[in-house]
């Protein structure tokens, strides 16, 4: 999944980024309210943990502003305050889910995946193409019952694909969303990257092709 984190804590929003990279999550870092209101009208995030105690726009404000534009990207809101009235207002201003600090980096992981367990082609955190699963929850792939180990990269790259099964992403689409914007990358990252899945994912014997190429417009996965 592709985050974006909005804290003005530096060193806690570096710990939060190296913890969801980990998890093979994408992460965007913003330091204030105005420019973490940019990036998320911009950008289409599959998460947004945000801070409420923001320079140049409060995060409440950030909230409140996405919603009125219609962007319902799941919000879970981080802040040192944890009285009543403060939770309340946060979740009225559009949040999702609501963090007092300091937190266990396992309560955020566990509410992330609260907030994130309902893709649309899925009925539960597993993801399915034809024989292939890939499962949100433990990180696992497989492929007719055989676990397939992948990089984070690749997972990330696959988790994406398969979201979006049968639709056509082009490079442009996987590099935004598949690569953090401070990433140097270049197009033919991603068909480096397509190819070595191709061979973990299609190239096993009387494997059928997932992953497919549609020329002049990217790739996509499908059974079909």
Request: glycine share 6%.
């Amino acid at each position: 999944m592709r985050i974006l984190v909005v804290e003005d804590d530096h060193k806690l929003a570096a710990a939060i980024k190296q913890g969801l990279e980990h998890e093979s999550h994408v992460v965007d870092i913003v330091y204030d309210g105005a420019e973490g209101y940019g990036y998320a009208e911009m950008t289409k995030y599959d998460l947004i943990i945000l801070d409420r105690m923001l320079p140049q726009m409060e995060g409440t404000v950030v909230s409140k502003k996405l919603r009125e534009k219609h962007i319902h990207t799941p919000i879970i809101m981080l802040t040192a305050k944890n009285e009543l009235e403060d939770r309340v207002s946060g979740l009225d201003a559009g949040a999702d889910d609501y963090l007092a600090k300091p937190f266990a980096f396992a309560e955020l992981l566990a509410r992330i995946r609260a907030l994130t367990r309902r893709p649309l082609n899925t009925i539960s955190n597993v993801l399915k193409v034809g024989d292939l699963t890939l499962d949100t929850n433990t990180f696992e792939v497989k492929r007719t019952g055989k676990v397939i180990e992948l990089s984070g990269k690749e997972y990330a790259l696959l988790e994406y694909l398969m979201r979006h099964k049968d639709k056509i992403l082009t490079k442009d689409q996987i590099m935004s969303q598949v690569w953090d914007y401070n990433a140097e990358v270049i197009p033919n990252f991603v068909e480096v990257y397509i190819n070595h899945l191709r061979k973990k994912i299609d190239g096993k014997a009387n494997a059928s092709a997932l992953i497919k190429t549609v020329r002049g417009f990217g790739y996509k996965i499908s059974e079909k």
